[in-house]
């Protein structure tokens, strides 16, 4: 009795699988689409690593020859017109037809060009607020530190200058340095601290209340005097 073949076709490379007794399979070869018996073991060894079937080795040097071609065909269609790189403008190479650039370092050229001037037309250069020089970035408001705590200390003094009461007393302590001088007021005392830097004047409330910070009862005074007063 003749066997029974059970008939799929497989999407692997063209061919088309034919199962018949236990531990053999009847393939069509991928070339002449002819059948031809293979082991079991075999073909399911070559489905798993994408290789088509062939009844002879001279229809597997065939259908590569004619895979090649091909190829050639295509790279010589290819060559006739390459891609161009977005970057520098030279031919890509057929094994880099899908890619934009040439290379990686064109990419990054070209994308850190196009970066500098959105940046360049959407931010203008921004001015410090204290000096009115051009700071390096355009998110700064100030070119530097000090310029910054600078224009804190103006604002603190205008509302000194304003009549303001309610700041802190070492704003009061700092104006009335820098605008009668770090020494005391009353013996001319004004030696400073070699660590700190710092003359070690106090604020002293003339009429003795300490909530009273109009300038005209502030002075500044060495420890000494203000224990005297």
């Known amino acids: 009795m003749a066997p029974v073949f059970t ?3 497989s999407l692997l490379m063209g061919s088309t699988i034919l199962i018949g007794m236990k531990n053999t399979t009847v393939v069509k070869c991928a070339y002449c689409e002819n059948d031809v018996v293979k082991s079991t073991s ?3 060894r070559a489905l798993k690593m ?3 079937q062939y009844c002879s080795l001279s229809c597997g040097a ?3 020859a004619k895979k090649r071609n091909l190829k050639e065909l295509n790279i010589n269609e290819y060559n006739s017109s390459p891609k161009k790189c977005n970057g520098c403008g030279c031919d890509i190479p057929y094994e880099k037809r899908h890619n934009d650039f040439c290379s990686q370092s064109c990419s990054a050229v070209f994308h850190n060009r196009r970066r500098k001037l959105s940046i360049s037309d959407t931010k203008s250069a921004s001015v410090c607020k204290n000096c009115g020089k051009e700071c390096n970035s355009s998110t700064l408001q100030f070119c530097s530190v000090s310029c910054s705590i ?3 200390r103006s604002k603190y003094y205008q509302k000194i200058e304003a009549g303001d009461t309610t700041l802190d007393h070492r ?3 700092r104006y009335l340095i820098e605008k009668r001088g770090a020494k005391c007021e009353l013996c001319g005392w ?3 601290n070699p660590k700190t830097g710092n003359c070690p004047i106090e604020l002293e409330h ?3 209340n300490h909530e009273n910070n109009s300038l005209d009862n502030l002075k500044l005074m060495c420890n000494i005097r203000s224990i005297v007063i």
């Open 7 to 9: 008939h799929f076709s």
């Open 206 to 208: 003339i009429d003795g």
């Open 150 to 152: 600078s224009h804190k």
């Open 42 to 44: 075999e073909v399911t």
């Open 190 to 192: 004004g030696e400073v």
């Open 50 to 52: 994408g290789r088509p």
């Open 62 to 64: 065939r259908h590569a």
């Open 171 to 173: 704003q009061y302590r």
